[in-house]
Nanobody, 114 residues
Framework: QVRLVESGGGLVQAGGSLRLSCAAS????????MRWHRQAPGKQRELVAS????????TYADSVKGRFTISRDNAKNTVYLQMNSLKPDDTAVYYC???????WGQGTQVTVSS
């Protein structure tokens, strides 16, 4: 059974930081590029960041470049999203997904107050 479980969301003031985690099970995590997405109410889902299977290459949406960092620990089957200098516009539900077979987690809410 494939499971992706996000955690680490919460309420934070603008300028603050959060670190999201996505723990994977039931997949060969080490061969899977991973992605973080977000969706705010009334807005389209946005691909926020992605990382290759080995972690050597990362990409970011322009909206988060320089503030967010994606990383992974293949020994722990976990991908992370470090979010710094948070803005109210970052408020959304954040999801992780796999590149192969496109599995998704249930999401974790991030709310940034002004």
């Amino acid at each position: 059974q494939v499971r992706l479980v996000e955690s680490g969301g919460g309420l934070v003031q603008a300028g603050g930081s959060l670190r999201l985690s996505c723990a994977a099970s039931g997949i060969d995590f080490s061969i899977n590029p991973m992605r973080w997405h977000r969706q705010a109410p009334g807005k389209q889902r946005e691909l926020v960041a992605s990382i290759t299977a080995g972690g050597g290459t990362t990409t970011y949406a322009d909206s988060v470049k320089g503030r967010f960092t994606i990383s992974r620990d293949n020994a722990k089957n976990t991908v992370y999203l470090q979010m710094n200098s948070l803005k109210p516009d970052d408020t959304a539900v954040y999801y992780c997904s796999t590149y192969y077979k496109n599995y998704w987690g249930q999401g974790t809410q991030v709310t940034v107050s002004s």
